[in-house]
């Protein structure tokens, strides 16, 4: 635990029933940084971040922001900005109001001008001024959540807590509004914990993606180590795609596809194991005398993704650029050997 | 799309029909008060509405009623309301038990009811006060199945869990939840719960007459037995006055309710 850390979740247990939601999660964040937390429905990164809006209650466990124990403060007092998965823009309320409500509510009664002008700030902050007297079932879905981040920032939260917000929306708004959520986060610098199951938005827009599972940290890294050095074998198969290809391993590393590449950290280290390839990690060369062939291939757009079938049966997908993927259609013998990049070695069986 | 003729056709017998269906009577009822009923009356007479303002206790009856009528209003928004919200809210385990509670007025006939409370509203006239107004406390319970009903439609068609937690995180006690997010949103079912609750009210008959109380709905009654006419007058001028309150309920017209497309 870093003492420097602007948010601390120390060691946080909650139970449903028999069922373990949080099992002694433990993460820091630096002020200004977004983490995102990923993983598969159920795994508890809602419950660990209900918690921290203080919206859910905790068996065990300490919730430190900007060196206060905010553990058993009521919601209403925590200062956090949140942006739910389901609309959440009070209905009544236009645009505006919804975004001047927390204000509104503040201890220090905040002037109607200067609400006003810190209203109009953030509706232009989401591209939303001219909506600001519609109310919410004038908005599409994207545009509601644009005004719910901008209800969420105008009180100046401690911490922004987004629950999955982009996942009611179709694929091009969710990929505007994930970027646009980005920026706002890094012009205001405001501490951000993102909460989705989506790998893809995860990696894009965080820091660092926290991958969780039964109620673990798994790992906790920026994306390009998380993706590129997996500790274990469920963040490696869990974030993005992996060929496992059996091989023999010894002294650190394993041979595979007739070479041998070294194995990272967490990977099985003698015997029988299975790697866990990445398709970027596999080169494929045509050649009349290689020792596979292309089943299908897939195009991608600036990418092409094969899919091969090795001279043993074993099938394997690789992912290459699309210009040398030029020529490589069903039924083409291929030559496939891997790169030299570490890669994670579970155990076999 | 323009619609066919046969189904425009349709759509308007059946508008005609239930059109027909409520304004008969109600012409049925103009007709009648309007009928001579004395030797000196010739031809159609306005005698029976000239004479509702000479009514003894028909005024104070109708003030009355509209007084319990208010109480019961007040409980319904102070009371019924916020503990639908906190049920549906907190208690969810509660809420099968809260609606069998809620339907016993409906199951129990109004006579069991009064012969249970009659000892009640004994002691309640000895000790605190005779007015019919102590009725509101009967009523607030005899309303409770058409307006939770309604209460209950109306907040399971929104998402309040996460309306309340977006007000709490934002900063907002479980008062401010309540009586400023969720019960404007559920306007129109606290709306339609509370019309249907004066409804009663004024129309309750049975435990006012047997307490024997002296409300707007007893007092028509006492009149019909001295003169038909009058007393059909005033049901009639009761039921436009319903409907002018009904008519005067400020709504708001939302006009424009177009679906903006996403700007990048």
């Known amino acids: ?349 | 799309m323009k619609q066919s003729m046969g189904v425009r056709l349709w759509r308007w017998t059946i508008i005609s029909f239930v059109a027909l269906y409520l304004l008969v009577p109600l012409y049925a009822m103009f007709d009648f008060s309007t009928k001579p009923f004395g030797f000196a009356d010739k031809g159609r007479t306005f005698r029976a509405w000239t004479m509702i303002a000479s009514q003894p206790d028909l005024l104070a009856a109708i003030s009355r009623s509209l007084i319990t009528a208010a109480i019961v209003m007040a409980l319904i928004l102070f009371m019924i309301v916020p503990t639908a919200i906190w049920v549906h809210l907190k208690l969810p385990g509660l809420r099968r038990p809260f609606e069998l509670l809620c339907l016993l007025p409906l199951a129990i006939p109004a006579i069991v009811i009064v012969v249970g409370i009659a000892p009640l509203y004994r002691w309640i006239s000895i000790n605190i006060s005779e007015s019919p107004i102590t009725l509101a406390g009967v009523y607030s319970m005899l309303i409770l199945p058409y307006t939770y009903r309604s209460l209950s439609a109306a907040l399971d068609a929104v998402d309040i869990h996460t309306l309340a937690e977006a007000a709490t995180t934002l900063g907002a006690s479980i008062s401010r939840v309540i009586f400023g997010i969720i019960m404007p949103t559920i306007k129109t079912g606290i709306v339609n719960g509370s019309f249907i609750a004066i409804a009663l009210v004024l129309g309750e008959y049975t435990i006012s007459n047997i307490l024997n109380f002296k409300t707007f709905q007893v007092v028509i009654a006492q009149i019909g037995r001295q003169n038909g006419n009058v007393a059909v007058a005033v049901s009639l001028a009761s039921l436009l006055f319903v409907i002018f309150l009904l008519l005067i309920i400020p709504t708001k017209k939302r006009q424009g309710a177009v679906l903006d497309v996403d700007v990048a």
């Open chain 1, 1 to 349: 635990m870093s003492s420097s850390a602007y948010v601390q979740l120390v060691d946080l247990v909650k139970h449903f029933g028999k069922v373990k939601a949080l099992d002694g999660l433990t993460i820091d964040i630096a002020e200004g940084e977004l983490v995102a937390l990923l993983g598969p429905s159920g795994c508890g990164k809602t419950t660990a971040l209900r918690a921290l809006a203080g919206l859910q209650g905790l068996d065990r466990g300490q919730m430190i922001v900007d060196g206060k124990d905010v553990t058993f403060h009521n919601a209403n007092k925590r200062g956090m900005g949140m942006v739910f998965q389901a609309y959440s823009l009070f209905p009544h309320m236009t645009a505006r109001e919804n975004v001047e409500y927390g204000l509104k509510l503040r201890a220090n009664k905040i002037a109607a001008d200067n609400r006003k002008a810190r209203s109009g700030e953030l509706l232009d902050l989401v591209g939303l001024s001219s909506h600001a007297n519609h109310y919410p079932y004038q908005l599409s879905g994207g545009q509601q959540q644009r005004i719910a981040l901008a209800r969420a920032l105008a009180i100046s939260p401690k911490v922004l807590l987004l629950d999955e917000p982009l996942s009611a929306l179709d694929a091009k708004v969710r990929t505007q509004l994930r970027e646009e959520i980005r920026r706002i986060q890094v012009e205001l610098g405001t501490t951000t914990l993102f909460v989705t199951h989506d790998q893809e938005e995860a990696l894009s827009i965080a820091d660092r993606v926290g991958v969780m599972r039964n109620g673990v940290l798994e790992q906790i890294a920026a994306p390009a180590e998380l993706y590129d050095r997996p500790r274990t074998a469920f963040v490696a198969e869990f974030v993005g795609l992996t060929n496992p290809i059996a091989g023999k391993v010894s002294g650190g590393t394993i041979e595979i596809l007739g070479g041998v590449v070294k194995t990272l950290p967490g990977s099985v280290t003698s015997g029988d194991g299975i790697a866990l390839v990445r398709p970027e990690s596999i080169d494929v060369v045509a050649s009349k005398s290689g020792n596979a062939t292309v089943f299908s291939a897939s195009f991608l757009g600036a990418t092409c993704r094969l899919s091969i079938s090795l001279n043993d049966g074993t099938r394997v997908t690789a992912q290459l650029p699309s210009p040398e993927a030029a020529g490589l259609g069903a039924g083409a013998p291929v030559k496939v050997s891997l790169l030299d990049l570490p890669v994670f070695v579970k155990a076999a069986g």
